[in-house]
């Protein structure tokens, strides 16, 4: 996608964080926005603070998919056809999963995983029968590649909004939509209280709120990058039509070190004939796929 002029996007989660960076990036290259949350609150301040006509503000839950489809008949009546689609709205839980209990699963995957599910099957028909180009940005997490103990149940969203995102790429590159993955690592965010959104019907906890931790977590996140850098960041990775967009280099070295200790789990040998004639073939196909979404 070379010009985003003109064009309206829907952003999630975008009151606030990565959110609001997005916002502020689009809104400046001429996009008109809408800014999707669950707080009301955070939705006036962000629409004080960005003082943009070409802004609208829309309280939803993303784990609700009636509520999604109402925000963006709403959104596309106020703004026009939404082809920029971010799937950004996140929160998390920092124990592990055997503390956890089935409120605490219903929660996480309902707004970091279902919320993205609730994205895409809201907005990818539209933008599809609009034959028109468009792009769809989900944000992972560099915990979609890094999955230690805690936060366990954010580990197990963001690894499936990656597979989900990728297999989603190869599938609507025909229909000229892009898609990425955004896996930042730490950001200036208001992530660490999430318990401030939790919903009251989902309230039966694996394990009790630590105060002295979150109050840590709070201090631990004004060290991240600033979500200015990380929209600039994404909305460059789009015009580039990248799949992964990775704002943190901190993070290269790990993940090489990750992968080298994946291949090097590989047993050795070969495969039987029958099934390296299926492997090639698939990975073929798979080759294909990716050099097409690309525009290879």
């Known amino acids: 996608m070379k010009d985003f002029a003109g064009r309206t996007a829907f952003i999630t989660g975008g009151a606030n964080g990565i959110g609001l960076g997005l916002a502020r990036a689009l809104l400046a290259e001429g996009v008109k926005v809408a800014i999707a949350d669950i707080r009301q609150d955070s939705i006036d301040a962000a629409l004080d603070a960005l003082d943009n006509h070409e802004a609208t503000g829309l309280c939803m839950d993303v784990s609700s998919r009636e509520e999604f489809a109402e925000a963006a008949d709403e959104a596309e009546r106020r703004l026009g056809p939404v082809s920029l689609v971010f799937n950004n709205a996140g929160i998390n839980l920092f124990q592990t999963i055997d503390e956890s209990s089935y409120d605490d699963w219903d929660w996480v995957l309902g707004v970091n995983l279902y919320g993205v599910i609730n994205g895409v099957q809201t907005f990818v028909p539209r933008m599809k029968g609009r034959g028109a180009d468009g792009h769809v940005v989900n944000t992972a997490s560099m915990?979609?590649?890094?999955?230690?103990?805690?936060?366990?149940?954010?580990?197990?969203?963001?690894?499936?909004?990656?597979?989900?995102?990728?297999?989603?790429?190869?599938?609507?590159a025909p229909h000229r939509i892009g898609v990425s993955v955004l896996c930042p690592g730490l950001v200036k965010s208001h992530i660490h209280a999430s318990d401030e959104v939790r919903p009251d019907a989902l309230g039966a906890r694996g394990k009790p709120v630590d105060a002295a931790f979150?109050?840590?977590?709070?201090?631990?996140?004004?060290?991240?990058?600033?979500?200015?850098?990380?929209?600039?960041?994404?909305?460059?990775?789009?015009?580039?039509?990248?799949?992964?967009?990775?704002?943190?280099?901190?993070?290269?070295?790990?993940?090489?070190e990750v992968f080298d200790e994946i291949i090097a789990d590989y047993p050795k040998g070969d495969a039987p004939v029958e099934r390296l004639a299926f492997e090639r073939g698939r990975r073929e196909n798979y080759r294909k796929a990716r050099a097409a979404a690309r525009g290879k």
């Not at 969203?157 to 990728?166: P, Q």
């Not at 977590?217 to 789009?238: F, P, Q």
Request: hydrophobic share 40%; glycine share 6%; aromatic share 10%.
């Open 143 to 172: 915990s979609c590649f890094l999955a230690g103990p805690v936060p366990g149940i954010y580990n197990t969203a963001k690894f499936a909004v990656r597979g989900l995102s990728e297999s989603l790429r190869y599938s609507l």
């Open 214 to 256: 979150n109050t840590q977590l709070a201090k631990v996140h004004e060290a991240g990058m600033e979500r200015d850098e990380v929209a600039a960041k994404t909305l460059e990775a789009i015009h580039e039509n990248k799949f992964y967009i990775f704002p943190h280099p901190e993070f290269r070295d790990e993940l090489r």
